[in-house]
Structure formats: C-alpha cells, structure tokens
C-alpha cells in the first residue's frame, strides 16, 4: 500500500513563505505524477501544481503561478511545494497525491493515492 505524508504546514503571515513537504513510500516514485491539491473551508478540493512522472515537467494553477514552486527529490521518494508571497486566500488544507504514470492532471480523481493532508492558515 502506497503511502503518503505531507508535513510543513503552519500559520504564517500573508507575504511569507512555506515549504510543504510529502514523503512516500511504498512506491516507484520516479514513475509517478505527484500533485499538490488544496481544500479551504466550504470549497471544492482545487489543483494547485503537479510534478509530471519520469521527469516530464510541471504544471500549475493560474492563482499560484509565479508564487509557488513544485520539486522532487527521486533519490528521497520526496515532493515539495515552496509557497512564496503567500496570501490570506492561499489558506487551506494542502493534500499531496500520486499518479502511476501521470501527466501532471489537474483532475483529483485521476489520482490513485492521497496523503492525510496539511493545514496551512495565512492571516492577513
């Protein structure tokens, strides 16, 4: 059973930075799409950026473009999410998730594997 476990998330102040973190194993990370998804109170869970599986790029949502920063370690079966300029509407639960193969979809149902999630709270 494949497992994920994000960590990193915090209160921080809006124009900060954090840097999320997700561990897996059970998996041959290098074949996988790893994702980052958000969830904020009352809202549908929302792509955020997703590294593509065998190297094959990344890809983000419009609102964190120039912001945020997706990046892999294969050697450590380890994704991150650098979040910078952070905003009070950036605040939500921040899920990791894996792709066998993927090509970075936006779409969470084309992922197999999900982490618990990680709170991250911006205040204003």
């Known amino acids: 059973q494949v497992h994920l476990v994000e960590s990193g998330g915090e209160l921080v102040q809006a124009g900060g930075s954090l840097r999320l973190s997700c561990a897996a194993s059970r998996i041959y990370f290098y074949g996988y799409a790893m994702g980052w998804f958000r969830q904020a109170p009352g809202k549908e869970r929302e792509f955020v950026a997703a590294s593509i599986s065998g190297g094959g790029g990344t890809r983000y949502a419009d609102s964190v473009k120039g912001r945020f920063a997706i990046s892999r370690d294969n050697a450590k079966n380890t994704v991150y999410l650098q979040m910078n300029s952070l905003k009070f509407e950036d605040t939500a639960v921040y899920y990791c998730?894996?792709?066998?193969w993927g090509s970075g979809s936006t779409n969470s149902q084309d992922y197999e594997y999900w982490g618990q999630g990680t709170q991250v709270t911006v205040s204003s």
């Open positions: 998730a894996a792709d066998e």
